[in-house]
């Protein structure tokens, strides 16, 4: 996947746009932590198009990870680690955060709900470049709900976002984040949430998509 850089964050309208307050408008920055993505085996790479009859009921595969290659223990020194095996084990153990919103909502020309808060997954782990679903792995305390954009509405922009949680965050809950209910999504003050939490972003990715009937 194509990492994510300033250019193809203001083309998106990323930066400087809705999303100012969650993505660094720094010109230099860039992501830690690669973040897969896919609809039906389809991957997102930053604005890829999708219907939303393709994404309305299935939960996206998520993954990510920056593994770097661990050095063998040597034979003098069987007892001791590596640095590389020491920060492989730090990163085996940190946990994350994902955020799925739409700041589109209800339609890019009029954007009054934005965020609207689609999917939230905590203390997720990583499965790797290879592994499987990380979403498998965490706490969903926002039940999926696939984009929904009108027919008669522009192509609506969503985003992905993956957040490292600092050491020894607790557990969260649904109230922590707002109840499941349509009208309890909208207007999700991610960079605040973001920011009590105490999370740093790590990862990002994008896609847009439309409803069924749209022929724009």
């Known amino acids: 996947m194509p990492t994510p850089s300033a250019p193809p964050l203001q083309s998106a309208g990323l930066v ?3 999303a100012t307050a969650l993505l660094p408008a720094s010109t ?10 896919a609809f039906g085996g389809e991957d997102v790479e ?12 299935t939960k996206p595969v998520v993954r990510f990870g ?18 590389e095996q020491q920060e492989k084990k730090k990163r085996n153990k940190r946990r994350y955060t994902f955020l799925m919103i739409d700041p589109d909502a209800p ?19 990583s499965g790797g470049e290879t592994g499987g679903d990380c979403a498998d792995t965490g706490n969903e305390v926002t039940e999926y709900l696939g984009p929904g954009p009108k027919d008669d ?20 809950t649904k109230a922590d984040v707002g109840g499941d209910e349509f009208v309890q999504r909208r207007s999700f003050d991610a960079a605040t949430f973001a920011a009590r939490q105490g999370l740093v972003l790590v990862g990002m990715n994008w896609m847009t998509c439309a409803g069924d009937g749209w022929s724009g």
Do not use: I, N
């Not at 830690?32 to 993505?37: A, E, F, I, S």
């Not at 930053?46 to 219907?51: A, E, N, P, Q, S």
């Open 107 to 125: 339609t890019p020309d009029d954007p009054k709900f934005a965020f609207w808060r689609h999917w939230v997954v905590t203390g997720l782990s």
């Open 28 to 37: 230099d920055w860039r992501p830690t932590t690669q973040l897969h993505v």
């Open 66 to 83: 920056a593994p770097a290659s661990a050095t063998p223990l040597p034979s003098a020194a069987a007892a001791e680690e590596t640095t």
């Open 153 to 172: 509405s522009k192509p609506h922009r969503y985003l992905f976002l993956l957040y490292q949680e600092p050491d020894g965050m607790q557990a969260l």
């Open 16 to 18: 400087p746009g809705p």
């Open 46 to 57: 930053l604005g890829t198009f999708f219907r939303a009859g393709e994404c309305k009921s």
